[in-house]
């Protein structure tokens, strides 16, 4: 059924799965991140869950959201990590320094992402 929505969509909207994906000869790409939920994160009382991510090559690239939210990387190399970090408090503004605490952590290369992935981790379970 998810793939006949897909193709639907695809096909009414004018648009097509390339669009969603990138040049195989590229070294870069746009990267286009969104973490839905966080279950079983040990959060205090008051505390918010959001999430941050960045390139590990470039740490200035670091950006936080609240959960449903996009984060937009520019240019990443595919031969990066992306860091994406859960975090737990009360000020989703700046997470480092907020008085925010990381609950968890992922690191997602995107060489693999292009690789095994077909370009993209759509709805995928990580624990």
């Avoid at 096909?11 to 070294?27: I, N």
């Avoid at 941050?52 to 090559?57: I, Y």
């Avoid at 975090?87 to 693999?112: C, D, F, H, T």
Wanted: hydrophobic share 40%.
């Amino acid at each position: 059924m998810a793939a006949s929505l897909l193709q639907q969509l695809f096909t009414t909207g004018g648009s097509s799965r390339e669009g969603c994906l990138f040049d195989p000869k590229a070294s870069c790409a746009d990267v286009s991140l969104v973490c839905h939920e966080a279950r079983g994160a040990a959060l205090a009382g008051g505390e918010q869950a959001f999430f941050s991510v960045r390139d590990a090559r470039r740490p200035a690239s670091d950006q936080s959201a609240p959960l449903g939210a996009a984060c937009h990387l520019r240019a990443a190399d595919l031969e990066t990590t992306l860091v994406l970090r859960l975090w737990a408090g009360s000020n989703q503004g700046n997470a480092a320094g907020g008085g925010s605490r990381v609950v968890g952590e992922l690191q997602i290369p995107l060489a693999r992402v292009v690789t095994q992935c077909h370009g993209m981790l759509y709805q995928t379970w990580i624990s």
